[in-house]
Structure formats: structure tokens, C-alpha cells
Nanobody
Framework: QLQLVESGGGLVQPGGSLRLSCTVSGFTLPYYAIGWFRQAPGKEREGVSCISSSGDSTNYADSVKGRFTISRDNAKNTVYLQMNSLKPEDTALYYC??????????????WGQGTQVTVSS
């Protein structure tokens, strides 16, 4: 059974850092691109970052460029999102999702349940 489990969220002060993890099971991670998304209260879900199956290609929303870094460790079946210089507007429920193929342009196949990130003093 395909499963994605996010972890690493929490409460952090502005300017702080968090590292989110997305651990997958039920499919062969090296074959698929993985994306991170977020949804803030009252807003639509938005794409934050994505990494191709090989790890050679990554992309980021303009709002997080230079602050967030996506990476993957296929041996650990895990994709990470390192978030630095966090801002209150980064507060959201963060989801990871597996794409249907190796590219970030492939459609989303399945979602995790999400992990809450709250940036507040």
C-alpha cells in the first residue's frame, strides 16, 4: 500500500529553521518525483518545491527561493525540506506528494496527511 508520512513540523520563531521529512513506503522511491505543498487557513494549497526522481532537477516557489532546500535520500526512502529564515507567512499545513513519474511535471499520484508548521513569536 502506497503511503507517505510527513514529520518535523512544529512551532518556531521567525527567523528559525525546521527540517521536514517525507518517508514513503509501498512504492519504489527512486523512480518518482516528490513534491512539497502547503495550505494556510483560508487559502488554496500551493506548490512549494519539487525534486525529480534522480535529484538532478529541483524547483521552488518564488516565495521560498533562497530559504528552502529540497533533497532526497533514496536509500532511506525519504525526501527532506530544509526550511530556513522562516516567516510568519510560512505558517501552513505542509504535505508531500508523489508524482506519477520521474518528473515534477507529472501529475500527483498520492498525498501524505500533512505536518503543521507554525511560525510565531
Amino acid at each position: 500500500q502506497l503511503q507517505l508520512v510527513e514529520s518535523g513540523g512544529g512551532l518556531v520563531q521567525p527567523g528559525g529553521s525546521l527540517r521536514l521529512s517525507c518517508t514513503v513506503s509501498g512504492f519504489t522511491l527512486p523512480y518518482y518525483a516528490i513534491g512539497w505543498f502547503r495550505q494556510a487557513p483560508g487559502k488554496e494549497r500551493e506548490g512549494v518545491s519539487c525534486i525529480s526522481s534522480s535529484g538532478d532537477s529541483t524547483n521552488y516557489a518564488d516565495s521560498v527561493k533562497g530559504r528552502f532546500t529540497i533533497s532526497r535520500d533514496n536509500a532511506k526512502n525519504t525526501v527532506y525540506l530544509q526550511m530556513n529564515s522562516l516567516k510568519p507567512e510560512d505558517t501552513a499545513l505542509y504535505y508531500c506528494a508523489v508524482r506519477h513519474g520521474p518528473y515534477c511535471s507529472d501529475y500527483v499520484r498520492s498525498w501524505g496527511q500533512g505536518t503543521q508548521v507554525t511560525v510565531s513569536s
